[in-house]
C-alpha cells in the first residue's frame, strides 16, 4: 500500500488515517461479531479525538530530560525469576520461580 501513500503531505492530520482505519475496523468486528451497528460519524469523531490525543502525548515538555539505563549493570544479590500462566476455560492456572545466586553459582 505504500505507492498510494507516496505524495501525502508530510503533516499532523496525516497521522490520524492509521486511527480511522483502525476504528474503522473495530467498528466492521462489532458488526461481525456482535452484530452491533456502529454509527459511522462517532466512529471518525471517536478516531480523530484519540488521534489528536496521541499526537499531543507525543510531544515532550521543556525541562524533561531522557533517562539513560545502563543494561550493563547487574544489581549484586540473588536472582528471583518467576512465571505464570493460565487458562480461564479449564479455571487452572501454573507458576513457577527460580532462584538464583550469581556470585556463588548456587541454586
Given amino acids: 500500500m505504500a505507492h498510494l501513500f507516496w505524495?501525502?503531505?508530510?503533516?499532523?492530520?496525516?497521522?490520524?488515517?492509521?486511527?480511522?482505519?483502525?476504528?474503522?475496523?473495530?467498528a466492521r468486528n462489532y458488526k461481525v461479531f456482535s452484530n452491533d451497528d456502529q454509527n459511522p460519524q462517532e466512529v471518525m469523531e471517536s478516531a480523530i479525538t484519540e488521534s489528536r490525543a496521541?499526537?499531543?502525548?507525543?510531544?515532550?515538555?521543556d525541562g524533561v530530560s531522557n533517562i539513560s539505563i545502563n543494561s550493563g549493570h547487574v544489581p549484586p544479590g540473588e536472582w528471583c525469576q518467576i512465571?505464570?500462566?493460565?487458562?480461564?476455560?479449564?479455571?487452572?492456572?501454573?507458576?513457577g520461580w527460580y532462584n538464583f545466586d550469581p556470585d556463588s553459582g548456587s541454586v
Fill in 7 to 26: 505524495n501525502l503531505p508530510d503533516n499532523d492530520d496525516m497521522l490520524m488515517y492509521p486511527w480511522l482505519l483502525w476504528f474503522i475496523w473495530k
Fill in 54 to 61: 496521541w499526537v499531543a502525548a507525543q510531544t515532550v515538555a
Fill in 83 to 95: 512465571d505464570g500462566a493460565w487458562k480461564v476455560t479449564d479455571s487452572r492456572a501454573g507458576l
